[in-house]
């Protein structure tokens, strides 16, 4: 796999300085074994009412951040022929997908791998492309350094070409949608 991703976080000391709390590989990254190339990384996180400067990303429990609260992360994406190989074992990836992000993972339409909804707003940089969105009316070819703005719709990420694709992605909870969901 890549190189781990430095994180470099930054605060105040108690003299009132800016300075460097934290530089090295995020302490919370995951190598997925049974979707070979695909690799989530928790940069930081916050939730309503958390003290600023601690790193919460070790003992965080959920995946999804609460109303209020953001998820900082970055994630590659393998080729989807990492999926049509004869050697994938979908149940073992979905398992350690439950493993590694319950929350998300239970987000999941079984019979339309990868989508899924989230109650929060998600800002996404493509870092590495190109990579593409699906959504209920189609898809949408990204490049490097493209940016989407996901505000709680149905999506799933599609890598049609043949490297990793990796994406930014800070997401923000929000209070539920009273709207109903299309499920085609």
Sequence with gaps: MTEPVRRVVTGVDDT??????HDGPAPRSHDFVHVP?????LLWATDAGAGAGVDPTPTL???LPDAGGTRFL?????????????A????????ETRAVSPDLAARFEPDHP???ATETVDYQIV???????????????LSTGDVVV????????????????????VMVGRPPDPRPRSTP
Aim: aromatic share 6%; with cysteine.
């Design 16 to 21: 009132g300085r800016s300075v460097v709390l």
């Design 37 to 41: 190339g695909m690799r989530t990384t």
């Design 61 to 63: 429990l959920h995946d």
């Design 74 to 86: 970055t994630v590659s994406f393998p080729p989807e022929t990492v999926y049509t190989d004869p």
């Design 88 to 95: 994938f074992d979908p149940a073992r990836a979905a398992e």
């Design 114 to 116: 990868g989508m899924h």
């Design 127 to 141: 870092l590495k492309g190109p990579i593409h969105l699906e959504l209920d009316d189609g898809v949408v070819a």
């Design 150 to 169: 996901a505000c709680g719709n149905r999506h799933a990420w599609r890598n049609l070409g043949d490297t990793p694709a990796m994406l930014g992605v």
